[in-house]
């Protein structure tokens, strides 16, 4: 897929402290907490005495990403975002990451550059410092691995087990747009597949397509909770799907959970698209995955802080866990939560 | 490799969640440090006001090692001592680490419960906790991506930039002999493929094999400089041999070095195996890698309290940056030091 670039430089040309060097000569240090970045043995941060989180993710091609349809600027961009969700699901403040990138020789140095490019632009849009990483070659494929690591008082961490029954389930930003996204992306690949002339027009889905290829982790909502002066009792991000993620508060928690279909925040874009390729968007929300948005639970006596706020929606809310763990849909049926939590193992996308 | 097992899941039965939670199931924590280790999207840490250092590596199969001599649960164990020994060489305690794997459908469960197996011994000797990871699947072959963790007060930590001219330089146990493990392995290999029936006799090559198959990283010797009141002035590890690692403690500290060829510390074991393949022993420590020892610096005021420890050798002094680095033999003969440090570009272990 690089071929027809004009400038191709084998990775070996550069070997593995010339391409480190050359790769991360733009990172620059923001954060106070960072003493010694890149070019030691190891990065030396300080906290003082905060909490430090840390959190690490890896992706596979052919099995988190496909890159006939995401741009390795993209796809670098994304794997940041992948890592910081986690450290903003904790209530944290994300300061740093580590990358460590394994790259057949099928990658020139150029197609390296450009995943160094748009994870340099998200280390710069979300403020973070790029201490480290590895390298290296693979005999196929790229991998990519990330840690990324956060501060927060230790009064401010929140994990997946303090939800208490009657809490409010809150949900941040919108659901389902992702995986429509990647619907729409895999649709245009075998059309092009058919006739490689084509030229998709992707206008008409441009938020959903955005949402799959270039995700934003929610930096925003620690800070917001702050400023609204709303401790969560619970968090969790959202990246396997809405019920993958309830069950995983409510095991956590010890608690059961009622969600409210017709809570579940969807943008219109996605309602027509689900019309369109005639899936459920209620499913779509609940199964689809690598939304990126944060699910937390509040105490009651939160509700008036959050109810005005664009960027929350109260879904449903806590119950004693032997209630269990239900939707209770438009027609006030109610049916059983259950996992179908994102499985690499089996759901791995095609290979090519 | 795994097909005579008679036990033998796939990895897709237990799901991606199921196997995290029954390969972590052995693991506890032990550092104070530790608030919350793996379950919660990601890990709290906490070290007061103690510098943390933090480092990664990845490791590919076919490109880092080759599963046909090197069995799984030592792999884990190595991938650990590859990262803990460069939080060592920051002349800090290692704490904590991160796992993450992508493994292909060829590895059933039980191959990786092998490699955790690896890592959980990895983990009790060297008293660190396993606090995340990630478990997915690849296309082909296995991943190893490791994060470790550490901390020391902000007055211990070493980097490689602070040699001055006349600081003499020491190293730790011997040099050459994982190398030279390779080498013994490798030929093995090959009498392997002509004859499947040989039994190799690896008795008179125990301790080289094992440098190779199961090197130990210098948790020691953080807390023998500080019994010894003998603060380093610069400090890495000896993963790509004794030359590279002396120009990049010389040219980040602005200094130039003089290295002993009789200094060197050498196995007997080693030597007698280079004269067996007729390969220079001091060629092999400068140039063989993956010993794992520590390179430091210390100012000559500090010799009298190290000059009696068997663990330290004292193999040559830095000088000023204009004199250049450069290997004295033992004909006085004055050789400049020259990189051959190790590129996975280029030096990739053959596929198979």
New interface residues.
């Given amino acids: 897929m690089f071929d027809n670039k004009e400038s191709r430089t084998?990775?070996?040309e550069?070997?593995?402290?010339g391409?480190i060097d050359h790769l991360t000569k733009f990172f620059d240090i923001k954060q106070t907490s960072t003493?010694?970045g890149i070019?030691?043995?190891?990065?030396?941060?300080?906290?003082?005495?905060?909490?430090?989180?840390?959190?690490?993710?890896?992706l596979?091609?052919?099995?988190?990403f496909d890159l006939s349809f995401m741009p390795l600027k993209h796809l670098g961009y994304k794997a940041i975002m992948v890592n910081l969700s986690?450290?903003y699901?904790?209530n944290?403040e994300a300061t740093?990451v580590?990358v460590?990138?394994?790259a057949s020789?099928r990658f020139p140095v150029e197609a390296l550059e450009e995943l160094y490019a748009g994870i340099l632009l998200a280390s710069k849009t979300y403020n973070i410092d790029v201490?480290?990483?590895?390298t290296?070659?693979?005999?196929?494929?790229l991998?990519i691995?990330i840690?990324?690591?956060?501060r927060a008082k230790?009064e401010a961490?929140t994990?997946?087990?303090g939800a208490k029954p009657n809490d409010l389930l809150v949900v941040t930003g919108d659901l389902g747009a992702a995986y429509m996204g990647l619907q729409v992306l895999e649709r245009e690949k075998q059309v092009f597949k058919v006739n490689p002339n084509s030229q998709p027009d992707l206008e008409p889905y441009t938020y959903i397509v955005e949402r799959q290829l270039k995700p934003e982790a929610r930096k925003d909502i620690p800070g917001l909770l702050k400023a609204l002066e709303v401790q969560p009792t619970s968090?969790?991000?959202i990246s396997d799907g809405l019920s993958s993620e309830i069950i995983h508060l409510c095991k956590?928690s010890k608690v059961g959970a009622n969600l409210f279909e017709e809570k579940i925040p969807l943008d219109p874009a996605v309602i027509s698209v689900c019309e369109e390729f005639n899936i459920d968007s209620t499913t779509v929300s609940l199964s689809g995955g690598e939304d990126y948005e944060l699910l937390f639970t509040i105490d009651q006596k939160d509700f008036e802080k959050i109810k005005a706020n664009p960027n929350l929606t109260v879904i449903g809310h806590m119950t004693e866990e032997h209630e269990g763990m239900h939707l209770i849909t438009r027609a006030n049926q109610k049916i059983p939560i259950q996992s179908r939590?994102?499985?690499?193992?089996?759901d791995?996308k095609d290979?090519e």
Same sequence: chains 1, 2.
Avoid at 341 to 346: A, L, P, R, Y
């Fill in positions: 084998s990775l070996s550069l070997g593995e402290f391409l003493k010694i070019g030691d043995d190891a990065a030396v941060l300080n906290f003082e005495n905060d909490e430090v989180v840390i959190t690490t993710d890896m596979v091609e052919g099995v988190h986690d450290v699901a904790m944290a740093q580590t460590s990138i394994a020789n201490v480290g990483g590895d290296t070659s693979s005999t196929s494929g991998v691995s840690t990324a690591i956060g230790k961490i994990t997946r087990s968090m969790i991000d956590n939590g994102w499985n690499s193992f089996t791995a290979e």
